[in-house]
């Protein structure tokens, strides 16, 4: 599961039946947080180091969950191995009770959830794509503070899911729901679901007459 390190998620990966891949972006933005209140050599070190492992994933964007897998042991488990060892050691030296070493130990506990991603081919290196998604669902509940019922939280979640899925699909959510609709009112057959699915399914073509 691709999350941040919210405490409450903490019972799901009891048992190893569920397996955390922790968000670099939080890790980066405690080192950034830390370098422009109080600047320090070893933080901009940090940065450039992480900022690397941007560049790696920039290059492998869009492909294929194996090869995105491959690159990253080729090139990214090394540049993080001596990450770690980079954080180990400052670890030692800094004082325990200092801003910046519990920004290093927050990924320091987390070192297996944050690596996992490197043999996770489907996986990404942070959880930016989720966060911005429901970015517009954080903002809203400010307006709309309860759902009314558990059913109605149901039904709102499959909602954002299905508009979320279309957005990512490179569709318009409205034109997509309005025509699938249609379609499932229209008796569309059961062998065929798969065909309204966000990734594969297609706008109709609309034929235009020309006027004689």
């Not at 947080?33 to 690397?52: C, F, K, Q, V, Y």
């Amino acid at each position: 599961m691709q999350a941040y390190a919210y405490a409450g998620f903490d019972k799901l990966y009891q048992g190893n039946r569920i397996h955390q891949v922790a968000c670099w972006a939080h890790f980066r933005r405690k080192i950034f947080e830390n370098h422009a209140t109080s600047p320090m050599p070893l933080m901009i070190g940090l940065l450039d180091r992480i900022a690397a492992l941007y560049r790696i994933e920039e290059e492998i964007r869009g492909q294929p969950p194996d090869q995105r897998r491959q690159h990253r042991q080729s090139t990214s488990r090394s540049q993080v191995n001596e990450l770690r060892s980079v954080v180990d050691d400052a670890l030692r030296r800094l004082s325990p009770k200092s801003n910046m070493a519990k920004a290093l130990s927050y990924g320091r506990k987390r070192q297996d959830a944050l690596t996992r991603f490197i043999d996770e081919g489907a996986a990404e290196i942070d959880n930016n794509i989720a966060e911005r998604a429901i970015r517009p669902i954080a903002i809203g509940r400010k307006n709309w503070i309860f759902a009314d019922s558990k059913a109605g939280g149901e039904r709102a979640t499959a909602i954002y899911s299905v508009i979320e899925t279309a957005k990512l699909n490179g569709l318009e959510p409205q034109a997509y729901i309005a025509d699938v609709i249609e379609k499932i009112a229209s008796n569309w057959p059961a062998s065929r679901w798969d065909e309204l699915m966000p990734w594969n399914w297609r706008p109709q073509e609309e034929h235009i007459v020309e006027a004689a």
